[in-house]
Nanobody
Framework: QVQLVESGGGLVQPGGSLRLSCVASGKTFAINSMAWYRQAPGKQRELVAAITRGGTTNYPDSVKGRFSISRDNVKNTVYLQMNSLKPEDTAVYYC???????????????WGQGTQVTVSS
């Protein structure tokens, strides 16, 4: 239904910045919200940022004030601006899209392939 492709990951020093992009294709009109998750080695996948079609955002305390999510609904692209990066931000970052599948409110999550972000000196 929806395909997602992330890009922009890489190696950055602590305190540096990185900008991730996620391009959605397919039935993008059905997307209700998009988000970024990350998964570090040995840890569970966690929400990093989320944004609705209307632009409402939310962040966990761990990244609040450092990360910023934005979305271009025309280009079907979501971005994650990451500033003041810390070693603990090192993880594979995944783009997520929640899309409606019927008029009753059911939805399905779609995931990108992930992009590696490494914060190290």
């Amino acid at each position: 239904q929806v395909q997602l492709v992330e890009s922009g990951g890489g190696l950055v020093q602590p305190g540096g910045s990185l900008r991730l992009s996620c391009v959605a294709s397919g039935k993008t009109f059905a997307i209700n919200s998009m988000a970024w998750y990350r998964q570090a080695p040995g840890k569970q996948r966690e929400l990093v940022a989320a944004i609705t079609r209307g632009g409402t955002t939310n962040y966990p305390d761990s990244v609040k004030g450092r990360f910023s999510i934005s979305r271009d609904n025309v280009k079907n692209t979501v971005y994650l601006q990451m500033n003041s990066l810390k070693p603990e931000d090192t993880a594979v970052y995944y783009c997520n899209a929640r899309a409606g599948v019927n008029a009753e409110g059911a939805h399905r999550d779609h995931w990108g392939q992930g992009t590696q972000v490494t914060v190290s000196s």
